[in-house]
C-alpha cells in the first residue's frame, strides 16, 4: 500500500484511510459489529494505517469498535478521533470545547480505543463560544503530557485554522473534498499548502453518489442520513448525474471503476491529501484501497477539470441550520 505524509510533521499513512462512521452511525442499516471488526482488521492486514472515529459516531460505540479492532495492530495504525460536541441522554447536542470537556473526552476515549495516546485529534466543528486559542491551548497541553500526538480541525475556517496554528501547529484538517464539492479549492487548499498542514477529505465520493450505485430513483429510509440532504432530493438525484457520467467516462478509459477514479483524483490534487472514504463492505474497501494504484495524467486531470466545470451541480450538500451542527 502507498503511504503518504499528512503536511510537514504529520504521521505517514496509507494513501487510502479509512472513515469508520458508518459502521455505527448515520446510514442504515447499522451493521454487525462483529462483522465491522473483522472488516477493519482486514484492512489493516491489507496495507490501510488510518483509521477515523469520533466520540459521537454512536455516540461512542464506533470507538468502541475501531479500539477492539486494531488493538492487534496498534503500533502499526494511526487513529484519529474527535472532541467538540455534548452528548445528552445519548444523543448529540450542542457543540461544546471547553478546556475541561475537551480533557474529559480524552480520557474517555482513550479508554474506548485501547490505547495510551490519540494519533491525532480533532475538533470536530468550531465552537463558538470558545476562543480557537484556549482549544488548541488545550490540546497543546494533552500534547505536552504524551496523550495526544497531533492537533487537528475539522471544518474549520482559513482564519481559525490560521489562529490554532500560531498556538499549537495544527497537523490536518478534515473537510469534506470531492469531485461534487469543489469549495476547498477557493481558499483552506491554499491556506494548508502554506501553513504544512495536511487534508484529510472526508466523504470523498459524495456519500455515494459518485460511485455510479445511486440511481435517480433511489429511495432512502428516514433513518439515513442522506434522506434529510437536499443533494439527495429526488430532483438533485437525477439533475447531478452529469458528473457521476463524466467520472464513468474516465473509468471505463482507465480500466477502473467510478469510485477509484473519484478517489485517484483526490490523490492527483496533492501529495498531503489523504481521503478516507467509508464503507462497510469488503469488496469496496478493497476497491477503495486499488485507488492508490490508478494514474491519472496531466491530461486526464485537465480533461476532467475542463469537463465539470460545465456542469452545474444542484443542491446544496446540508440544510442550511445542519451546516454548522451537524456531527458528520
Not at 450542542?94 to 473526552?105: F, K, L, M
Request: include cysteine; aromatic fraction near 8%; proline fraction near 6%.
Amino acid at each position: 500500500m502507498k503511504t503518504r505524509k499528512l503536511g510537514n510533521s504529520g504521521p505517514e499513512v496509507s494513501a487510502i484511510g479509512l472513515g469508520c462512521m458508518g459502521m455505527s452511525f448515520a446510514y442504515d442499516p447499522i451493521p454487525d459489529r462483529k462483522e465491522m471488526i473483522a472488516l477493519i482488521r482486514k484492512a489493516c492486514e491489507a496495507g490501510e494505517t488510518f483509521f477515523d472515529t469520533a466520540e459521537i459516531y454512536g455516540p461512542y460505540t464506533n470507538e468502541e469498535i475501531v479500539g477492539e479492532a486494531v488493538a492487534p495492530f496498534r503500533d502499526k495504525v494511526v487513529i484519529a478521533t474527535k472532541f467538540g460536541f455534548d452528548v445528552t441522554e445519548g444523543k448529540q447536542g450542542g457543540t461544546n470545547s471547553r478546556p475541561e470537556h475537551i480533557r474529559q473526552v480524552v480520557e474517555q476515549s482513550l479508554k474506548r480505543l485501547r490505547t495510551d495516546v490519540i494519533d491525532l485529534l480533532y475538533q470536530h466543528r468550531v465552537d463558538p463560544d470558545v476562543p480557537i486559542e484556549e482549544v488548541a491551548g488545550t490540546v497543546k497541553d494533552l500534547i505536552q503530557a504524551g496523550k495526544v500526538k497531533h492537533f487537528g480541525l475539522s471544518e474549520a475556517g482559513v482564519q481559525t485554522i490560521r489562529r490554532a496554528h500560531a498556538v499549537q501547529p495544527v497537523t490536518a484538517v478534515q473537510s469534506e473534498y470531492s469531485l461534487w464539492w469543489r469549495r476547498p479549492e477557493e481558499e483552506l487548499i491554499p491556506i494548508l499548502e502554506e501553513l504544512g498542514t495536511g487534508l484529510v477529505p472526508f466523504s470523498p465520493l459524495g456519500r455515494g453518489y459518485l460511485t455510479g450505485t445511486i440511481g435517480t430513483n433511489t429511495i432512502f429510509s428516514q433513518t439515513d442520513f442522506r434522506s434529510k440532504l437536499p443533494r439527495f432530493t429526488p430532483e438533485a438525484l437525477k439533475a447531478n448525474q452529469a458528473i457521476v457520467a463524466l467520472i464513468r467516462r474516465m473509468a471505463q478509459e482507465k480500466e477502473a471503476t467510478p469510485a477509484q477514479i473519484a478517489l485517484a483524483w483526490l490523490l492527483a490534487q496533492k501529495p498531503w491529501i489523504v481521503p478516507i472514504p467509508g464503507t462497510t463492505k469488503w469488496n469496496r474497501l478493497r476497491e477503495n484501497l486499488g485507488a492508490a494504484e490508478v494514474e491519472l495524467t496531466a491530461a486526464d486531470l485537465k480533461h476532467i477539470d475542463e469537463a465539470s466545470s460545465g456542469i452545474v451541480l444542484t443542491k446544496e450538500r446540508y440544510p442550511e441550520a445542519h451546516e454548522r451542527t451537524t456531527g458528520l
